[in-house]
């Protein structure tokens, strides 16, 4: 069983910055995505990395801002999110899997195909 932890997110002025953290033992045998979930909407894929990093892919909404990186040494993703807009307002969600779609990352993958999900953190951009 993988335990995701997430961390990194808060209250940010519009124009700001975050840097998300998404840390798990073995993390580094599975392909991560991120996803967002704002208040009465639909959980979204931001963000997806390949297991051995050398894919990622992004939401149109986010390209250009967002950018994800891993360190299989420290067994970490992070989302560093620059040009924060108020639409970014959500819940911050990293998501592992193994399966094909995940480890490769050529698409974001659907969030059926992640295995294990963490617990979420809040991200806030207001003024």
């Known amino acids: 069983q993988l335990q995701l932890v997430e961390s990194g997110g808060g209250l940010v002025q519009p124009g700001g910055s975050l840097r998300l953290s998404c840390t798990a033992s073995?993390?580094?045998?599975?392909?991560v995505g991120w996803f967002r979930q704002a208040p009465g909407k639909e959980r979204e894929g931001v963000s997806c990395?390949?297991?051995?990093?050398?894919?990622?892919n992004y939401a149109d909404s986010v390209k250009g801002r967002f950018t994800i990186s891993r360190d299989n040494t420290k067994k970490t993703v992070i989302l560093q999110m620059d040009g924060l807009k108020p639409e970014d307002t959500a819940v911050y969600f990293c998501?592992?899997?193994?399966?094909?779609?995940?480890?490769?990352?050529?698409?974001?993958?659907?969030?059926?195909?992640?295995?294990?999900w963490g617990q979420g953190t809040q991200v806030t951009v207001s003024s």
């Open positions: 073995a993390l580094d045998y599975y392909g």
């Open positions: 990395i390949s297991s051995v990093g050398r894919n990622t």
């Open positions: 998501a592992a899997g193994r399966g094909p779609y995940p480890a490769v990352c050529r698409v974001l993958p659907s969030m059926e195909k992640y295995d294990y």
